[in-house]
């Protein structure tokens, strides 16, 4: 068995050199095995000196070609080879395997140890060993404390503790844990990173039933882990999952990991006051009820009044001394029409009484679904409008043209905003589009 480094072996002289002694039988064996370890960083003149040999191998040896990146390996040289993917191995394998090797050595390590032992291996049984190694020169009994100060891995309560307070929007409680993991000399980076981890591991505990089946976590930390989660809302933690993961990337590539890391979670701390969507339709819907329920019975008593008998005076009304306006009238002619087609539409209209002339003005988009139908019933509502004023009165509609205002300039418009101003700078945002939204009065737009 030859074992061949890639890295420190990849130009197309060693190569070569393989070629020749790949041609001679093995003296002590069947087979010649050669196992090339980081394949991927051979040369491309190495990876075509050993396509050859790849092609038509001896009937002796064998090629083992061993590579974390198999992507970086040429097409023609991977269509060549059987493919034996190795998978990560299971945390609960690896704490197995951690615990048998310290019996037999009479290593004192404790269970949660242990774990942390597995968990920084990732799911590589050469790393867990070589950590077990490591912490074994430091301390004759190993427990969870030095295989932190080893790994600098953060405490799963001081997760918790920053997590809740940027749920919470405690700003104050982040900037003094930040302070204190610094003065204990931690590794910000490190944190960061195990803080990604640890809001994923609330995700999941969110949308699971049974997250202990899927988190590699110990009871103790589910229980931290659930303490959180009725304090967040699903979409609400998603998106600070997300910002979260953006904000290790800076804090990884900053020269000041601290500020970087004050900064980022102050800035998501903010997302905690941003109602969730369900319930900010929820709140409108009840709005838009309240406010339609208060005019029904504002027309309600209005009707009421009307048809209560007048018992002190039985003469006829005299006509009202103020005469009639626009709204006025309006609204006195929808009363009067049962068709809720016609009603609608005039709701919607500007209503203008001048000299027995009723214009109804409508904006430029809405003509076509307001307007029309509007003047294919003109007769119905000037023989409504007359009776009402004792007068013959006409019906006129006029249409608003549509002033058209160039997107730049709306654009700048936005940009002085302060309030823009204040969320683009606080979520790091840009403007996309900005469109004009038609009010109600219909004599102004606002963007």
Do not use: W
């Amino acid at each position: 068995v030859l074992e061949i480094d890639g890295a420190s072996n990849n130009s197309v002289d060693d190569i070569r050199d393989l070629r020749e002694g790949v041609k001679y039988t093995p003296l002590g064996g069947r087979y010649k095995i050669y196992i090339i370890d980081e394949t991927h960083m051979l040369s491309t003149s190495a990876f075509n000196a050993l396509l050859k040999t790849l092609e038509e191998p001896p009937p002796h040896a064998i090629f083992v070609l061993v590579t974390t990146a198999p992507r970086k390996i040429p097409a023609t040289i991977f269509s060549r080879c059987q493919h034996l993917p190795f998978r990560r191995i299971s945390a609960q394998k690896i704490k197995e395997r951690v615990r048998h090797i310290a019996s037999s050595e009479d290593i004192k390590i404790s269970d949660s140890a242990i774990e942390m032992v597995a968990r920084a291996a990732d799911g590589s049984m050469r790393d867990s060993l070589t950590i077990l190694d490591q912490v074994t020169a430091f301390s004759s009994e190993i427990d969870a404390d030095g295989v932190k100060d080893l790994l600098g891995i953060a405490d799963i309560e001081m997760l918790a503790e920053v997590s809740a307070a940027v749920i919470d929007g405690d700003r104050e409680k982040v900037i003094s844990v930040i302070s204190e993991l610094v003065d204990k000399g931690a590794d910000l980076k490190s944190f960061a990173k195990d803080l990604v981890e640890f809001f994923r591991n609330l995700l999941i505990a969110k949308f699971v039933k049974k997250p202990e089946e899927i988190l590699d976590l110990s009871e103790d930390e589910i229980k931290i882990v659930s303490r959180i989660l009725p304090k967040i809302s699903p979409d609400l933690l998603t998106l600070m999952l997300s910002e979260m993961a953006k904000a290790e990337l800076d804090v990884r590539s900053s020269f000041s990991p601290r500020l970087s890391l004050e900064m980022s979670l102050i800035r998501i701390s903010f997302l905690s006051t941003l109602k969730p969507v369900q319930e900010a339709i929820e709140n409108i819907d009840a709005l838009i009820r309240c406010q339609v329920s208060g005019v029904r019975e504002e027309k309600a008593d209005a009707r009421t009044q009307d048809l209560e008998p007048e018992t002190q005076n039985l003469k006829p009304k005299a006509a009202p001394s103020t005469p009639l306006d626009g709204s006025s009238l309006l609204t006195a002619i929808v009363e009067k029409i049962d068709d809720p087609r016609i009603t609608s539409r005039l709701s919607q209209a500007m209503p203008l009484l001048k000299e027995n002339v009723l214009t109804l003005t409508f904006n430029s988009n809405e003509a076509e679904l307001f307007a029309e139908p509007i003047r294919k019933n003109s007769n119905l509502i000037e023989k409504i409008a007359s009776d009402i004023l004792k007068t013959p009165a006409k019906l006129k509609i006029d249409i608003l043209t549509k002033k058209i205002i160039r997107k730049k300039d709306l654009r700048d418009k936005v940009l002085t905003d302060p309030a823009v101003k204040e969320v683009i700078e606080l979520f790091d945002g840009r403007i996309i589009d900005v469109k004009l939204k038609e009010n109600t009065g219909g004599e102004s737009k606002d963007v």
